[in-house]
């Protein structure tokens, strides 16, 4: 007998609508980021379906990098890592030479109306609010990044209660720990511009020198957008590497 917690369309395979189900337990938190999902047997008796359907919905959870596989451990929420996403555009060494995460710094919170794109990146409602944080990136004290940040209202309100000072370096875990809200994937766009009059003085270059521009937006479990970010560093400090395989 099918489980009644399963979505009823019945245009899709049992096993893509059980997908379906294990992706809003996702989503919604019942299933947290490295913790093991139940097992195989676990999930047959739960929903009341056949191996070969778990096996299924499994297999397409972890091909859209939602779940992993741990040999002998059982099959886990993944967590994605942006640690290294700004070291493929930058070159952010320590004195040393060690290649170091640039500290962050929020010095501005707003509540308003974001730009067009902005609204339409992150699919708000006509007139719906966004939360905008103004955030440097420091290594040494000295600025390396300018960045922009757009959140969804509905979404981040808890934010707006919450002491600018108290924000971390790493506003991802931030936002998981205070709104529940879990980034899985991001979008990347890069571009190059002339640095304005502010940005260059934050950087401490000359008005006009180039700057490259970095677009962000992140994602949910379920593909839906959660912040829009715009960084942007000094043209002097860019680098390029992908490996092909």
Known sequence: ?????????????L?????????????RGEWRPDQAIPTEAELTRAYGVSTGTVRKAVEMLVADGLLERNQGRGTFVRRPSFDNSLF??????????????PDGK???RSLGTPPEAVAEALRLEPGARAIRLDRLRLLG??????????????????????????????????YEAHCGRVVASARETLTVDAADAETARTLGIAEGRPVVVIDRLALGYDRQPLEWRRSTGAADTFR??????
Do not use: C
Request: glycine fraction near 4%; charge should be neutral.
């Open 141 to 174: 004290g000295a600025v390396v990044l300018v960045e922009e940040i757009w959140l969804p209202e509905t979404a981040f309100a808890k934010l707006m209660d919450i002491d600018i000072a108290e924000f971390g370096n790493l506003l991802y875990p931030f």
């Open 88 to 101: 493929r555009f930058f070159r952010l060494l320590s004195s040393q030479g060690k290649r170091i995460v």
């Open 1 to 13: 007998m099918k489980s009644p917690h399963l979505p009823q369309d019945a245009r899709l395979p």
């Open 240 to 245: 390029y590497q992908i490996d092909i395989y």
């Open 106 to 108: 929020v010095l501005a």
């Open 15 to 27: 096993y893509h609508r059980l997908r379906d189900e294990m992706l809003g337990r996702i989503t």
